[in-house]
């Protein structure tokens, strides 16, 4: 069973009938704070942050590029995934989630790679709605255990595959300056 309410932090536990009356007491969740920069050093305006693993939490930077989340569990290796527009993602992993300082980051993120193309087939006719997908070399840290598919930035952001358009082109952007399967 669980308990979740904005602002605190998330309760699990297994409990039984048995038990009798539950009391579920919530603790104020912890707090993340920071900016996200372009490779110009100004504030990047709408771009995405997001915080994985024990800690999770979702928002968009303001006009000044800054963010801030809230209610969060405390974790010694979040992973805290950004996108902002015209730039490439970046992660940052282990991020540490921790009750004895404020938790306070900043991103500096760089300018945009794009891979684009087009899909045909023998004939060289456009093939419409073909996925077209792409693996990163950027893997992202689950600790012991082993996913399948292998975790990639691009994965965890959902910027790793995308439909090619009716003349058979496909475009992914916010890469970085990485290698990629195709």
Same mark, same amino acid.
């Given at each position: 069973?669980?308990?979740?309410?904005?602002?605190?932090?998330?309760?699990?536990?297994?409990?039984?009938?048995?038990?009798?009356?539950?009391?579920?007491?919530?603790?104020?969740?912890?707090?993340?704070?920071?900016?996200?920069?372009?490779?110009?050093?100004?504030? #990047?305006? =709408?771009?995405?942050?997001? @915080?994985?693993?024990? *800690?999770? !939490?979702?928002? +968009?930077?303001?006009?000044? &590029?800054?963010?801030?989340?809230?209610?969060?569990?405390?974790?010694?290796?979040?992973?805290?995934?950004?996108?902002?527009?015209?730039?490439?993602?970046?992660?940052?992993?282990?991020?540490?989630?921790?009750?004895?300082?404020?938790?306070?980051?900043?991103?500096?993120?760089?300018?945009?790679?794009? #891979?684009? =193309?087009?899909?045909?087939? @023998?004939?060289?006719? *456009?093939? !419409?709605?073909? +996925?077209?997908?792409?693996? &990163?070399?950027?893997?992202?840290?689950?600790?012991?255990?082993?996913?399948?598919?292998?975790?990639?930035?691009?994965?965890?952001?959902?910027?790793?595959?995308?439909?090619?358009?009716?003349?058979?082109?496909?475009?992914?952007?916010?890469?970085?300056?990485?290698?990629?399967?195709?």
């Amino acid at each position: 069973m669980s308990a979740n309410q904005k602002g605190f932090e998330p309760w699990r536990e297994t409990r039984s009938p048995a038990d009798g009356f539950l009391e579920i007491i919530l603790t104020r969740g912890l707090e993340l704070t920071g900016w996200v920069l372009g490779a110009d050093g100004k504030g #990047i305006t =709408g771009a995405e942050v997001r @915080l994985g693993f024990k *800690a999770r !939490a979702e928002t +968009t930077t303001d006009e000044k &590029g800054f963010f801030r989340l809230t209610g969060l569990a405390r974790d010694p290796a979040a992973a805290l995934y950004v996108a902002g527009p015209g730039h490439a993602i970046q992660v940052l992993q282990p991020l540490e989630i921790r009750t004895d300082f404020p938790n306070v980051v900043t991103v500096r993120l760089e300018p945009e790679r794009v #891979i684009a =193309g087009r899909v045909i087939d @023998l004939d060289g006719q *456009a093939v !419409a709605n073909a +996925t077209v997908s792409i693996e &990163g070399d950027r893997i992202v840290s689950i600790g012991a255990g082993r996913m399948i598919p292998t975790p990639t930035w691009e994965r965890m952001l959902r910027v790793n595959e995308t439909p090619t358009n009716a003349k058979g082109v496909f475009l992914l952007d916010r890469l970085y300056a990485g290698t990629f399967q195709v």
